[in-house]
């Protein structure tokens, strides 16, 4: 039962431009929303996270809106840079929950010179 | 002073066999978890530890046994080896165990069962 979702598996963005990624969720118990970046034969890397008291969150070129109505949150990058080229995973947690993490599937993101 | 290590990398095993992939953190935390990434991609939680206590134990086959010998060390061993056990396996840890404790990952250990 996949409680996170991210669809459109892959993205080709210039540099410079903007990358969008979405992701949905299904738990209405989840509470804490984080994007992790990964590179080939790397462990997934801590990006940015929300909190389901906020809607939106930036660091630096990062930006992760939560929309809880909807079930939705997206990660904006901006302006892309040929460094992000990776896989970004959308994961969140619930409370109570031991910090147990539900993953989605990730988004392949390429950013072209 | 790689933060989360585990070992080995690669390994490639035949059907039946028993193996073991070890983990170890240099970062103080208390928490440590073993993560599975199947062939389509999802990665999804087996098991934590906090404090050498088990503390998260998901669907996962008998054949799979975590072991903590010391708040550093979180180890997965794995009996009968079978096709289907073929992933990438991923330890983390975290400074605890509560909802917000970033989860630090470890390279994975990319596991071909034959």
């Known amino acids: 039962d996949q409680q996170v979702k991210q669809n459109s598996p892959s993205l080709s963005v210039q540099e410079g431009r903007i990358s969008i990624l979405n992701c949905d969720y299904t738990?209405?118990?989840?509470?804490?929303f984080l994007w992790y970046k990964k590179y080939p034969a790397e462990g997934p890397t801590f990006l940015i996270s929300?909190?389901?008291?906020?809607d939106k969150n930036e660091d630096g070129r990062f930006t992760v809106f939560l929309n809880k109505s909807a079930k939705h949150l997206s990660l904006h990058i901006v302006p892309s840079q040929p460094g992000d080229s990776a896989v970004y995973f959308c994961?969140?947690?619930?409370?109570?929950?031991?910090?147990?993490?539900?993953f989605g599937k990730g988004n392949q993101v390429v950013v072209i010179p | 002073d790689t933060a989360v290590s585990q070992t080995p990398k690669y390994l490639v095993t035949q059907m039946g066999n028993d193996k073991s992939i070890k983990c170890e953190q240099n970062?103080?935390?208390?928490?440590m978890y073993w993560y599975k990434q199947d062939s389509k991609k999802f990665l999804k939680i087996m098991f934590s530890?906090?404090?050498?206590?088990?503390?998260i134990n998901e669907t996962v086959p008998n054949r799979f046994s975590p072991k903590s010998p010391d708040k550093a060390h979180l180890n997965l061993h794995i009996n009968s080896l079978e096709l289907g056990d073929s992933a990438v396996y991923f330890c983390?840890?975290?400074?605890?165990?509560?909802?917000?404790?970033?989860?630090?990952f470890g390279p994975g250990t990319r596991l071909l069962v034959l």
């Open positions: 983390a840890s975290s400074r605890a165990q509560a909802i917000r404790e970033t989860q630090y």
């Open positions: 738990n209405s118990m989840f509470d804490y």
């Open positions: 929300i909190s389901s008291i906020k």
């Open positions: 994961a969140a947690s619930a409370v109570p929950g031991n910090n147990r993490l539900a």
């Open positions: 970062l103080g935390h208390d928490t």
């Open positions: 530890y906090n404090n050498k206590e088990l503390i």
